[in-house]
């Protein structure tokens, strides 16, 4: 789980505007760096289900944000996806 210091910081870089904590960017970046750190969990504790399944729910819920997003707005799109790194 990511400190509320972390998140902060990615609020931070990703907000669209000053009181910005929820928009699509913000979430996708908070998912994809909660996503990173649930991986290399994964990587050394290979039989937790239950930390697979949420993240499986995660890679899931980014998605549906990215599909949403892309269909929205093509230029935000394409940004969020190169400042996150995720490949598409």
């Given at each position: 789980?990511?400190?509320?210091k972390?998140?902060?910081?990615i609020?931070?870089?990703?907000k669209?505007?000053?009181?910005?904590t929820?928009?699509?960017?913000?979430?996708?970046?908070?998912?994809?760096?909660?996503?990173k750190?649930?991986?290399?969990?994964?990587?050394?504790?290979?039989?937790?289900?239950?930390?697979?399944?949420?993240?499986?729910?995660?890679?899931?819920?980014?998605?549906?944000?990215?599909?949403?997003?892309?269909?929205?707005?093509?230029?935000?799109?394409?940004?969020?996806?190169?400042?996150?790194?995720?490949?598409?």
């Amino acid at each position: 789980m990511l400190t509320a210091k972390q998140k902060q910081k990615i609020v931070d870089k990703y907000k669209l505007h000053e009181v910005d904590t929820g928009s699509s960017e913000v979430q996708i970046a908070l998912l994809s760096e909660e996503i990173k750190r649930l991986t290399s969990h994964l990587k050394n504790h290979a039989k937790d289900n239950h930390s697979r399944r949420g993240l499986l729910k995660m890679v899931a819920k980014r998605k549906a944000l990215l599909d949403y997003l892309s269909h929205l707005d093509e230029k935000r799109y394409s940004t969020i996806i190169k400042k996150v790194g995720l490949k598409r």
